[in-house]
Every structure is written in C-alpha cells, then in structure tokens.
DNA sequence: ACCTGAACACCGTTCAAGT
DNA sequence: ACCTGAACACCGTTCAAGT
C-alpha cells in the first residue's frame, strides 16, 4: 500500500538504448502481454500478441527470445511494489500475528499477478537459468525483510526458515491461482502457516 | 504401503464392455498414456500417444474426448492406494505428529504422480465438471479420515478443517512437483503445516 | 460399433528479403 | 540495426470413408 520511494513508472531501464522504432515496437510487445496474459493467463498466445501490438512475430522473437522473457519484461515495477510492501510490513507497528497476515496476503496477491504466474514464479525460484529468477530473488528478499524481522523479535519458532515459507506460501498463492479461489479465501491456509512458524506464547 | 484389500489391477472397471478390439485400444491407450505421461508430464503430445499405442488419432477421441478423461482412466487404481494409506495412518500406533509427517508424504507421494499431476488435481478439487472430480473426492475423503480421527483424539487446535488441510498440502506437493523437488525437501515445508495444525500440548 | 487417416486450424519458431 | 511475413513443424480436433 505505502506509496515508497519508486522511480517514475515508464521508462529508463538499465538495457542499452534501442532505435526509435524498436523502442516503440518493445513498449508496444509489452502493453499487448500485459493485455493478453491478463485476458488468458501465461500460456496466452505470442502470436496474438503480435497481433495486437501490430508488429510481425519474428519482432517479438527479436526482442523476446522466450516466453519467460516477456514476463520478466512485464514485471519491471513490480518488483518494487513487493519491496514497498514488505517494507510497510516490518514498519507497521502491529503484532506479529497480523504482520504476517498482511504481508502473505500481499505476497499472494503479488504471485497472482495474471492466471499461471504464480506457478511460474514457484518454478522458477529453483532456477537460476529462468528470465524470471531475478524477479524470484527479489521476492525472496522481501520475504526475508519480513521474517528476519520476527525472528529478531523472537515471535517466530526456532529453525524458521525463510526460503520454506516462502515456498509454502508460494504453494498457496499457486493454489489460488489454479482453483481459481478468491483472496479471503486464502486466509485460513494463511493462517495455518502463520500458526506453523510463530511461536506458542503468540497464539491466539 | 499396507497391502490392503484391492480388486484386482486389471479390468473389471464399471463400464459397460466393449467390443473385444476396442477393449485391446483403450488399454494400449492407457498404458501409452503411463508412459508419455511418466516422460513428458500431463502436457505430453497426445498424438505421440496414439502413435505409440498403434491406433489412429481419432481412436483416442472416441474413447477419451479430453485429457483429463484420459489422465482420469490411468489413475484408476490410484485411489484404492490412496485410500489404503490414509487407513493404514489412522491404525498406526504412533504419536498425531508421526501420523502426520506418514500421511502427508503420501499425499505428496500420490500427487506427484507425473509431472503436472498436482497441479491438475488441485485445479480439480473446486470443479465438479472435471473429469477427475472424483478421484479428487475420493483424495478428501482419505484426508478425512485421518484429520477427523485426529480431532477425536483432540490432537489438531480448534477449527481446523480438513478441506484447508488438504488444499495446503496440494499446494506443497505442486511446489514440489514444480520446483523439481525432492520427497526430503518436502519435509520442511510439512512440518510448518503440521506444527500449524496440531494442538501446542504436542509441539516439539 | 468401431477404426483409420486425411484434412483443417492454430500456434510457435525460423529466416531470407527488405528498409 | 531492425522489421516483415512467408514457410515450416508440430499438435489438437473433426469427420467422411471404411470394416
């Protein structure tokens, strides 16, 4: 939610810069995805983004070698919207029962950003040959912000790992995703991992 | 892993008979299915299917209009496995947290049949239309049976449901099966569940 | 009643030709 | 340096013709 520091949304990536007409050509690929996967989920057709983006496909190949690289070009900001809020978690001052409700519920909302996202991101977190891996780490370091901070705090059991709950949660935001669930209808598995890692004296 | 009581593996499936060469497709279908799932996963070429069984495209369609009709036909005993293991759990003679940690490893175990398995079940277990629906019933009703033996025992906290359970632990066996796990690394991730479960008396 | 295989549609991917 | 679009390969799905 906190409105962080985050540089201006278009664009100034750190790739070298591209011809006029490529550039266009790429911001155009990018809004058609971000169309298509919205509309279709993950596995929406390339060539139908071609299409909308008025380009032939072999421009999409050019500036995509694969699929995951479209993703990982879509998801640009997005890693700085999970940052922000695993940032606003550790700052709020609540317990650690609804710190962790809060930030799950961010992380699932994050991993379903579009239907199959969140099984692309579960695959690839173990990948570091995925376009997305990136994406994946950057995920993990904001979950780390968060259960680092609890584990200072001494709220969470012993042994508590961050790369399991992350794993975990990402299983839940997975299975969201694919029975089609709605946000509150998550909660109760949110909790049950919440009740898995904070320690006894924090229990309801 | 109990040798409870099965029919016999072959036929006999409740199905009105088929013509005797009919009969000889559809099980070199299932059996071809086996194995390109097994290699390839629940994406496998269906035509690589057919050809491998022998019988033209169209055969496959008549006997399996879909996929899943076909990924349903080659699960057919894989329920009475399931089933035999939640029986088997609940007549252990070991601590609720053993039963547990036996259980949901063959949950995992039994869900990751092929590559994609889990997922497609979990996708299955809030769509009645699915053709594997009910193997997916039938995986709630074995959950059942072991969670609600453990609520007798007063062994899980208050307001536990087996159907969170179940779908948390699909959620576990489809990072598994997505990340490429293994069965060990799993572990982890189903100790926070069951710790989130069970009553604290019984924590560590 | 069941099977075959040609035919069609759709999609991903490559690459020669163009600017 | 980049784009186009034809061409190819592969796959799912249908259906007319056969037995």
């Not at 100034?12 to 011809?19: E, I, S, W």
């Not at 072999?58 to 990982?72: E, K, M, W």
Request: proline share 4%.
């Amino acid at each position: 939610m906190a409105p962080v520091t985050s540089t201006t949304e278009a664009d100034a990536a750190p790739v070298k810069p591209l011809r006029a007409d490529a550039q266009r050509n790429y911001d155009k690929l990018v809004a058609a995805a971000r169309e298509v996967f919205a509309e279709r989920g993950a596995e929406g057709s390339l060539d139908e983004i071609a299409k909308r983006a008025g380009v032939g496909p072999g421009t999409l190949y050019r500036h995509f070698p694969t699929r995951d690289d479209l993703i990982d070009a879509l998801m640009r900001d997005w890693t700085e919207r999970v940052a922000a809020d695993s940032v606003a978690a550790v700052e709020a001052d609540v317990s650690a029962r609804e710190m962790l409700q809060r930030w799950f519920a961010d992380l699932v909302r994050h991993m379903t950003l579009h239907r199959g996202a969140a099984a692309k991101l579960s695959a690839a977190m173990d990948d570091p040959s995925s376009p997305i891996y990136r994406k994946c780490q950057m995920l993990g370091e904001a979950n780390d912000r968060v259960i680092t901070h609890l584990i200072e705090t001494h709220a969470l059991r012993d042994g508590v790992e961050s790369r399991q709950v992350q794993r975990l949660v990402s299983g839940v935001a997975t299975i969201v995703d694919q029975a089609e669930l709605d946000a509150e209808q998550a909660q109760p598995m949110l909790n049950i991992v919440i009740d898995g890692i904070l320690r006894d004296s924090a229990t309801s």
